[in-house]
């Protein structure tokens, strides 16, 4: 009987890939739904024998408390955008500047979530969302349910690819009549509801949704032996995966845009949503020439299709109150749906916006979404207006706390003085527990802004006490035992965060997420933070004029060491937990510029080598540059090292140097 389990499990699978990934059914439905209960019959009566890639793992039921943080292996980095055919040239231009002749893949841009899938012997252990790039969400249970990702592989291989979770307009469409019965709210758009229904906790719900999937990146392909994009495309169908039949390899720049052209003509009729092309360079040791910045990849760019722009009624002009003080204007609506979301508010951004566009509270204006995600308004429309609209009046005192407010030399936005202003107040608690800051899952915006109106959190040492609130949350909607336990566990483990998190969590003036890892990194703990003398804190790179006076300035203020003296009393780390920076000489303070195709280590771990002895590295170049480190088929950055007199290290010298 195990051996016709097996040979059922074998019949289904490759059934469900022919069906759902080759778009070819190869046996009738009524023969797959015999299949199939026969299937379950075996496994019900032998539970010991069910294997993990059986098709009747794929139907959910697992029901999960809370997902568990992912730290990515190779980050999964995010694509620069470009608008326009001229910044799509550019793109092209800045390529052949490195001295290279692409073959471009250009690839639909699907509009889901991407998903990252490890398989350790050709069995899948692990999905995980994009996150910050760095650390995701483990959504295992939920990936699991969607049968075009295979559970096993047709090699019994280690790989991780990437992708996108999404759902077809038809699979919307069917899930939104079921709802529109139920009396339950309706999904706005696909891409919301892919995103909520691998949010799902209990996999069945997930299961129900009928999700996609598409496959689009091979984070390491050399190690497979591949040369190109389009190669690796081709490998990973060959395991299984079902990749989008929709891409093109072109020759040149007029070829992408006559593919964008296309693309952007035959949008509505596609099955699934789609909000621009990405262009790719398929060589992967163009690639690699290419390299990246902090953020992006320069050897692929994603074109974003031009908004929907719809129009609606200004109702009001209202002003919030950020974190550091900041006044912002922002345009009341009537409600109106805009790329498939409904939008009711959008950010003015300022006074000098709000004058430029001549903008009146009654106007008729159009709304779109820049970069199909964030509403703006475009225009008004003049010829709409009756006489009766009101003129656009900047405010001259706090709308929360009356102060009056200030304008800073040279800048263009208005400030609330008041320190202890209510709403500046809400924006750095918000702030503090924010995804980048100390990440407390559980708290979010709406949550912080309700905590504080029930005097639940009235400061950061606060959030740490909510445990007291205990009973109080209790007879609040939506919070049962369970979540407030997880609550108060995320807060709890909070405290064990690395400096860089808490420092950037405070607030301060001009540090970033960026520059709160680099000062945690070499000063090492708060303390040595709060009393860094000014020349100790421009000595250190990246480290400027104007940030080293913000921080000597918030260390300054008694509130400010109050708050952090507190925070220390109740068991917040005050301690840098990440990789140490080793400080070797030929490293420590450096500039390094990598190039050409590493055989010892990839580009990333030699990237975070460097880091960790103090150096940093570089894109470009120049006399600057204390050494090129070179591998095989450098590009033009070599031969610039050598105009320049710059010292050139191959990849075995990197390493001795490194093991000296």
Known sequence: MQERMNELIDIINEADYYYHTLDSPKITDQEYDKYLRELIEIEEEHPDWVREDSPTQHAGGKIIEGFDKVTHKIPMMSLSDVFSESEVIAFDERIKKEGIHPQYMCELKIDGLSVSLLYEKGK??????????????????NAKTIKVIPLKLKEEIDIEVR??????KKTLEELNEKRKKKGEPLLQNCRNAAAGSI???????????????????????????????????????KLGFKTNPNNRLVDSVEEVLAFIEEKGRLRPSLPYDIDGVVIKV????????????????????????????????LQDIIFTVGRTGQITPNAVLDPVIVAGSTISRATLHNEDYVLEKDLKIGDIVSIRKAGDVIPEVVEVKKERRTGKEKDFVMITECPMCHTALVKKKDQVDYYCPNEKCPARHVESLIHFVSRDA??????????????????????????????????????????????????LEAIENSKKNSLERLLFGLGIPHVGSKTAKILSQRLKTMEKIEHATFEELTAIPDIGDIIAKSIIDYFENSHNKAIVEELKEIGVNMNYLGEEIVGKEDFLDK??????????????????????????????????????????????????????????????????????
């Open 124 to 141: 899948l252990v692990r999905a995980a969302t994009r996150g910050d790039g760095t650390t995701g969400e483990d959504i295992t249970h």
């Open 163 to 168: 992708g996108e979770i999404f759902m077809n």
């Open 199 to 237: 949010r799902q906790l209990d996999s069945k719900i997930a299961a129900e949704r009928k999700l996609d999937n598409f496959i689009y990146h091979l984070p390491n392909p050399l190690d497979y032996g591949l040369k190109t994009h389009a190669e690796a495309i081709e490998y990973m169908h």
């Open 282 to 313: 398929n060589s992967i040791e163009q690639q690699q020439k290419l390299g990246y910045t902090a953020k992006y990849p320069k050897w692929a760019t994603a074109y974003k299709f031009p908004a929907e722009e719809v129009l609606t009624k």
């Open 438 to 487: 100390m990440n407390i899952d559980g708290l979010g915006d709406k949550i912080m802004e309700d905590f504080y109106n029930f005097h639940f959190i009235g400061n950061l040492a606060d959030i740490y006490s909510l445990k007291d609130h205990e009973k109080d949350l209790k007879r609040l909607e939506g919070y049962g035992d369970k979540s407030i336990s997880n609550l």
């Open 591 to 660: 500039t390094f510029v990598l190039t050409g195709t590493l055989e010892l280590m990839t580009r990333e771990e030699a990237e975070e080598l460097i880091e960790n002895l103090g150096g940093k590295t570089s894109s470009s170049v120049s006399k600057k540059t204390y050494a090129v480190i070179v591998g095989t088929n450098p590009g033009s950055k070599f031969t610039k090292a050598q105009e320049l007199g710059v010292p050139i290290w191959t990849e075995e010298e990197f390493k001795e140097r490194l093991e000296s």
